[in-house]
C-alpha cells in the first residue's frame, strides 16, 4: 500500500491541482439570483463558475457580457464559458474578448469553447451549417487562432473555415489562459490532446463514469503523439445532482460522504481533476453544501491517498 501511494502522489504531482467549481444558468429573468449565487461560491473559497453558452436562446443573456456583470460583483473567483459556441463567435474576436476579460478581472478567466451543439439554432441565428468531419476542422482552425491571437507576433492563418489574413494581437492576456474543449467524439477528443489545455466533459447524465476511460485513453494517445505530456491536460467533469439524503433522480444524489466518496474516485481513479456542479434545485443551499462540506472532504481524501 505504501508503494502504491508513493506511486499516485508522483503521479499527482506531475497533474494540476484539484478544482471545484459551480455552474449558473444565464436566465435574464434571474440576474439578481445569478448575482448571489455567484457571490456565494466567491465567498465560499471554490474555484470557478461556468456558465452554458447558448445564446439562441431567448431567454439566455450572453455569456461574456454576463460574465463581466458577475467579475465585476465578486472578488476571487474564476469564471469560464461552459463552454463558448465557435460557430457564433469568430475565434480572433473570442480570443479578443477572453484576453480583454482575464486583464479587466485580474486573472480571472478560462476559456471553454466547442463546435457548437445545435446546427439548425446556429444556423438559424446566421452560424455556418457544418458536417462533424468540418466542425472538426473548424475548431482545430480556431485554436490556433486563438492560441496565435494570445501572442505578441503578427500572424495569419488561410483555412478552410477561419481566414486571418494578417492579424496584429494584443493586448497579451495578464498570463496563461487555460484553453479547454468541450467534446465526446473521437476526432474532437484526439483534438484535445494535439492542441488543448483541458477536456470539458458533457454533464455525469451525458457520458457516465463507466463511459469516460476509454474517452481519456483517446485523449492520452494523441498528446503522447503530439509529443505533449497528458497530465498536462486538465479534465473537467460536469456533474448534476443533488446533494442530500435522498438517492434517486438524475445523476449524483446522496449525502455529503457519499459525494466526497464518489468525487475523490472519479479524480483517481477516472482522472478527473475539475468538478462543476449542476444542482437540481435550490442551489444557494446545495452551493453551500459543496463548498462547505463535500470540497474539503474530498481534497482530504484525495491527501489520504
Not at 487555460?178 to 458533457?202: E, F, S, Y
Amino acid at each position: 500500500m505504501a508503494v502504491n501511494r508513493a506511486v499516485n502522489r508522483a503521479v499527482n504531482a506531475s497533474r494540476p491541482p484539484v478544482l471545484f467549481g459551480v455552474s449558473v444558468t444565464p436566465d435574464a429573468a434571474a440576474i439578481d439570483e445569478i448575482t448571489t449565487l455567484t457571490r456565494i461560491a466567491d465567498a465560499a473559497g471554490l474555484d470557478l463558475v461556468a456558465i452554458q453558452d447558448h445564446p439562441y436562446q431567448p431567454g439566455f443573456l450572453d455569456v461574456w457580457t454576463l460574465i463581466t456583470h458577475l467579475a465585476a460583483r465578486t472578488e476571487r473567483i474564476g469564471f469560464f464559458p461552459d463552454v463558448a459556441d465557435l460557430a457564433l463567435r469568430p475565434p480572433a474576436m473570442l480570443a479578443k474578448a477572453a484576453a480583454s476579460l482575464d486583464l479587466l478581472s485580474g486573472g480571472r478567466i478560462e476559456l471553454g469553447v466547442g463546435a457548437g451543439a445545435f446546427a439548425d439554432a446556429i444556423a438559424g441565428m446566421g452560424g455556418p451549417s457544418r458536417t462533424p468531419a468540418q466542425n472538426v476542422e473548424a475548431t482545430r482552425e480556431a485554436l490556433q487562432v486563438i492560441r496565435a491571437a494570445w501572442g505578441a507576433r503578427p500572424f495569419a492563418l488561410l483555412g478552410d473555415h477561419h481566414r486571418i489574413q494578417g492579424y496584429h494581437p494584443g493586448p497579451p492576456p495578464s498570463r496563461e489562459i487555460g484553453l479547454w474543449v468541450g467534446a465526446q467524439k473521437p476526432r474532437m477528443l484526439r483534438l484535445i490532446g494535439d492542441l488543448a489545455d483541458g477536456w470539458v466533459c458533457p454533464l455525469n447524465i451525458y457520458i457516465s463514469p463507466g463511459e469516460v476511460p476509454p474517452l481519456q485513453e483517446i485523449i492520452d494517445e494523441a498528446a503522447t503523439d503530439a509529443g505533449r505530456d497528458p497530465n498536462r491536460i486538465r479534465r473537467i467533469y460536469n456533474v448534476l445532482g443533488t446533494i442530500g439524503p435522498g438517492t434517486g433522480g438524475q445523476g449524483l444524489n446522496g449525502p455529503v460522504e457519499s459525494w466526497a466518496e464518489t468525487l475523490a474516485d472519479w479524480a483517481t481513479r477516472l482522472r478527473f481533476d475539475t468538478f462543476v456542479f449542476w444542482p437540481t434545485g435550490a442551489p444557494d443551499t446545495q452551493f453551500r453544501l459543496f463548498a462547505e462540506e463535500v470540497v474539503p472532504r474530498v481534497r482530504a481524501l484525495l491527501d489520504e491517498g
